[in-house]
């Protein structure tokens, strides 16, 4: 009997140390999005697409981790980064003074054009024209917010909890103007009827990742990433994939 218990508990032992060989404690990357930024970042049924979407995807394979995302609003984002509570916030995001006084920023992963929609026969055909008293509809804390409220006052601003309920800010004519990217302003347009881009850039700027300042690792990381995943191509060809090049 003592021989049998003896056996027995030898085939455990060995099972056990059979199944710790082959569990992965992976650890997840929690990332900080807003899906409502076509082609950046938006969902698809129950899952989520993008550009921003697929390079977290590679950035979170290339360090071995597991990508968890994250919808909140916009405005969450850096507050969450910088209070641990997500690891980076990727959502279409532009470096400015005000968001490196919180958080710090990758490089750049890609560029982006702030414009202007406007509806068709609309009396602003150029930027000038929009400081003639318009209203503005922006999505807020946006950097189309930020810019908007600097360089045509803040009184001029009218701030929208998605671009999309900007874009119907206009069309119902509550709005004069919307200012937001390039990318998600012709998604828009394409949408809507009676609507179209002024020609006239408003402002071009760099998208980057943002990290909690004490966490100078995980930028480390990422940043060599990020270097890796341009060089090889892959980051280029996931940009091209839904901004086709023209």
């Known amino acids: 009997m003592k021989k049998l218990i003896s056996v027995m508990l030898a085939?455990?032992?060995?099972?056990?140390f059979a199944a710790c060989g082959?569990?992965?404690?992976t650890d997840k990357l929690q990332m900080a999005t807003n899906a409502a930024f076509t082609p950046y970042e938006y969902k698809e049924g129950d899952a989520y697409a993008g550009i921003d979407i697929e390079i977290a995807e590679k950035l979170a394979e290339k360090l071995g981790m597991e990508l968890?995302?994250?919808?909140?609003?916009?405005?969450?984002?850096i507050g969450g980064v910088q209070s641990g509570k997500y690891d980076m916030g990727i959502a279409g995001m532009t470096v400015t003074d005000e968001r490196l006084?919180?958080?710090?920023?990758?490089?750049?992963?890609?560029?982006?054009?702030?414009?202007?929609i406007v509806a068709e026969g609309s009396d602003i055909?150029?930027?000038?024209d929009i400081y003639n008293g318009k209203t503005i509809g922006v999505q807020q804390d946006t950097t189309g917010?930020?810019?908007?409220?600097?360089?045509?006052?803040?009184?001029?601003?009218?701030?929208?909890?998605?671009?999309?309920?900007a874009v119907q800010a206009l069309i119902s004519g509550k709005v004069d103007?919307?200012?937001?990217?390039?990318?998600?302003?012709?998604?828009?347009?394409?949408?809507?009827?009676?609507?179209t881009i002024l020609e006239t850039e408003y402002a071009v700027e760099?998208?980057?990742?943002?990290?909690?300042?004490?966490n100078t690792e995980l930028l480390d990381s990422i940043n060599a990433a990020l270097a890796e995943l341009t060089e090889d191509g892959t980051i280029p060809a996931i940009i091209e994939k839904y901004i086709p090049a023209e």
């Open 101 to 116: 006084e919180s958080v710090n920023f990758s490089t750049s992963y890609a560029t982006g054009i702030q414009v202007v």
């Open 68 to 77: 968890v995302v994250n919808d909140v609003e916009f405005g969450s984002i």
């Open 125 to 128: 055909a150029t930027i000038d």
């Open 22 to 25: 082959t569990t992965t404690n």
């Open 145 to 165: 917010d930020i810019y908007a409220s600097d360089d045509f006052g803040s009184d001029n601003v009218i701030r929208y909890k998605t671009g999309a309920d």
């Open 11 to 16: 085939v455990v032992m060995v099972l056990s």
């Open 177 to 195: 103007c919307v200012i937001i990217d390039n990318e998600p302003a012709k998604s828009f347009v394409a949408a809507n009827e009676g609507l």
């Open 206 to 214: 760099d998208y980057a990742i943002a990290i909690a300042k004490e």
